[in-house]
């Protein structure tokens, strides 16, 4: 239905359209993008050898304690919460990629640990593709599953 000028616009009409609009969006950081500028973040702090185990928890930590203009970096990662457990399948896809593609790998026999095979300068040129918001806060989420 065209608008005219000086017509009243129907509420709902527009709340559907921004619901749509924002439904419809794809996300600002993909799940890949976030596990790739986290990788880049560690492999630049000289910390390769990531324990699997913990790193969903470590993101939903940091992911409630972080400021709200944060946010938008967590919206394509859904995670699940248990009694004493948190998963993240979307981690996990994120992860399972960038292995595919060579950039971390898993050791053997049990796969609890991740190698990130960046270089220092490979990490900061994955790193500029993201605005410095997103990096100081991977820079920051690096530093919290380090634990330094």
């Known amino acids: 239905m065209p608008k005219t000028v000086g017509a009243s616009v129907n509420p709902t009409e527009e709340r559907n359209e921004i619901i749509l609009q924002f439904s419809c969006s794809a996300p600002r950081i993909s799940v890949n993008n976030f596990m790739r ?39 394509d990662i859904e995670f699940r919460v248990g009694i004493n457990s948190v998963v993240s399948y979307d981690i996990d896809e994120g992860i399972n990629n960038l292995q595919t593609l060579g950039v971390i790998g898993k050791l053997n026999p049990t796969y609890e640990k991740i190698v990130i095979y960046l270089s220092e300068q490979d990490s900061k040129a994955v790193l500029e593709h993201c605005d410095s918001v997103v990096r100081e806060t991977m820079q920051e989420l690096a530093t919290s599953i380090i634990g330094k």
């Open 37 to 75: 500028f986290l990788f880049a973040s560690l492999a630049i702090k000289k910390n390769v050898i990531i324990d699997k185990s913990k790193i969903v928890e470590k993101i939903y930590d940091f992911k409630l304690h972080s400021k709200t203009d944060q946010m938008y970096i967590f919206e």
